[in-house]
């Protein structure tokens, strides 16, 4: 697990966008897991100001997006559907039949969650998984408690999950579905890089857990220690708790060092 901490949360999409624009000028046909929620915007603008000004092409990219909430349709202005395709897909050139977004319904879920993961292993399986983390460590709509095993599958979101959810839904927390389908964290496991990212203070006690400590399905995100290719990306705030905050600046300077060689 690599740690690397910047100033804003704007140094830190820099970072990932680079990091995706790497991956993607290696290898056209990327398939990418993508996030919702307010961490990954800049990121997203990011890569279309690539696309815009730099040519980046999307055209032979897959992409697999994380979650969706259930029983809301697809066109509700706090759909993840409508997400998408405000922050990313309506300024870059990925094909409609690339983009998979979890459905908005229950009804038949269980076929569609396998499906779903058919479709990931049909890709190539998913090259980089972007992330972000709730206050309480979960990943996905993965919940404290969720099996690190776990495939795609319909879950019921936490009292917590919801609370915070419910600014987008003019916090009004009855507004809030409380139920969503998510890719599960055994998925998650087995994409071949992934790139968390988290911002503010609020962020920094799961980010604490995570990083630092042990390994348990109460904080869905501390699974990442174990895999052998994450970046975790955070500014300032988000590493306030952390107990080793020095020699993680100091390794990712040494980085930095050893490729400008």
């Known amino acids: ?38 961490t990954p915007i800049a990121l997203y603008k990011a890569l279309v100001r690539m696309h815009k000004e730099n040519g980046l092409d999307f055209s032979r990219v897959t992409t697999f997006n994380l979650d969706e909430y259930v029983d809301i349709p697809r ?20 094909s409609v039949e690339n983009q998979h977004i979890p459905q908005n319904t229950a009804e038949n879920h269980e076929a569609f969650c396998t499906a779903f993961e058919e479709a990931i292993v049909r890709a190539g399986g998913i090259d980089i998984q972007v992330l972000g983390i709730g206050t309480d460590g979960h990943i996905g709509f993965n919940e404290v408690g969720s099996s690190l095993a776990s495939r ?35 998925t998650i496991m087995e994409a071949k890089q992934c790139l968390l990212l988290a911002n503010s203070a609020s962020k ?45 600046k100091r390794s990712y300077a040494n980085k930095l060092k050893l490729q400008s060689q």
């Open 152 to 186: 795609t599958r319909i879950v019921t979101l936490t009292e917590n999950t919801l609370a915070a959810n419910a600014i987008h839904f003019g916090d009004d927390i009855s507004a809030v579905p409380e139920m969503a389908i998510t890719i599960g964290i055994g």
């Open 204 to 248: 920094s006690e799961a980010i604490a857990k995570a990083v630092e400590g042990p390994i348990t399905s109460m904080v869905p995100a501390s699974i990442l220690q174990t895999h052998p290719n994450t970046v975790v990306l955070i500014d300032e705030s988000a590493a306030s708790d952390l107990k080793e905050v020095e020699y993680y």
């Open 1 to 38: 697990m690599e740690i690397i901490i910047q100033p804003s949360h704007y140094q830190l999409a820099a970072i990932a966008s680079e990091i995706i624009r790497d991956a993607l000028l290696r290898k056209p046909n990327l398939v990418l897991g993508l996030a919702t929620g307010s």
């Open 75 to 94: 066109e509700h202005p706090q759909s993840y559907h409508t997400f998408m395709a405000k922050h990313f897909f309506d300024h870059v050139n990925i």
